[in-house]
């Protein structure tokens, strides 16, 4: 029997995600998840990652015109309808803890107990809604069958004790931003390890997020998501004949650098290969297809 995304985390193997954006509303959900199964046939991937798309105002204007997309929720059950298993994004900030209750209520009776919970934007704001921990707490209470994930900001100083914390409270993997540098994720993975034998914990799996690019525009897009692309990373895909095949080997190095450095702190990890945008598709498929041989060697 197919181990469960669930095992997959909790366990001592490999687990890899494909993280793809919801349709364009009204586009139409069985259809979406029938292009995406035809996309990944073949491919062995323990889960679909799919993320809560809002209408940002982080970095200045985005050079991609937002569309509202289709629920998480609704998109995550046609595709388990195709035979894959869904991860659902939550931003938790924006709701009150009783929408936040009937949401996750909601989505378990369509069969989503696998929640990755998503602060705000900004931390500077004020928000209506509960924290990441606040949010999984009334998770946590409300059912025992839901896996909690969480987001992992690998730049940020204070990361692994914010992934202790969270830890804390019921999140067992966390998914990092998207990475073109290898350097801040293993300072992360240096300083959560000591800080798990420190305190006497066990770590939990940290997902490699890789992404490919085809375009200057992709680029852009990446930088103003908040990605760090290194000043030789951006010269190397500036002067590539071909963007997509640059960003995968260029990805293929950074992750075998984690997993390298990884390996020798005996960290879980995980992949998640993200398309970004909608016409990467394919091209992000095919990039799992060559990371996922690569991290299975580790």
């Known amino acids: 029997m197919k181990e469960s995304f669930r095992e997959k985390v909790l366990g001592n193997g490999h687990a890899a ?4 954006v919801p349709p364009v509303k009204g586009r139409g959900l069985v259809q979406a998840s ?59 900030v924006y709701e009150s803890p009783e929408e936040q209750r009937l949401w996750i209520g909601h989505a378990l009776k369509k069969g989503m107990g696998n929640i ?13 809604g509960p924290s990441v921990t606040e949010f999984c707490d009334i998770a946590r209470h409300f059912s025992p069958e839901i896996l909690l994930g969480g987001i992992t900001i690998p730049t940020r100083l204070d990361e692994p004790e914010r992934l202790l914390k969270k830890s804390g409270h019921g999140i067992e993997f966390f998914v990092s931003q998207v990475l073109y540098e290898s350097r801040s994720f293993k300072n992360l993975l240096k ?5 798990c034998k420190r305190k006497s914990t ?11 690019v ?59 290969v993200e398309h970004i945008m909608a016409y990467n598709t394919s091209l992000a498929a095919k990039m799992l297809r060559k990371l996922a041989a690569v991290y299975r060697q580790f």
């Open 214 to 272: 085809s375009s200057d525009k992709d680029i852009y897009f990446l930088k103003w998501l908040g990605v760090e692309i290194p000043h030789h990373a951006e010269q190397r895909l500036a002067a590539a004949h071909d963007k997509a095949r640059e960003s995968m080997e260029i990805c293929q190095e950074i992750l075998e650098d984690i997993l390298d450095f990884g390996s020798r702190l005996e960290m879980p990890l995980g992949i998640n």
């Open 17 to 20: 995600l494909f993280e793809v």
């Open 34 to 92: 029938k292009e995406i199964a035809d996309i990944l046939e073949g491919i062995n991937v323990d889960a679909i990652n799919i993320p809560e798309i809002r209408n940002e105002s982080r970095n200045g204007p985005r050079n991609i015109a937002y569309m509202e997309k289709e629920d998480p929720v609704s998109y995550g059950s046609a595709l388990q309808s195709c035979g894959f298993e869904a991860v659902i994004n939550r931003c938790t």
């Open 116 to 128: 990755v919970a998503v602060g705000g934007e900004s931390g500077k704001k004020t928000y209506p």
């Open 191 to 195: 300083d959560y390890h000591l800080l």
């Open 202 to 212: 066990k770590a939990k799996r940290l997902f490699i997020s890789l992404a490919p």
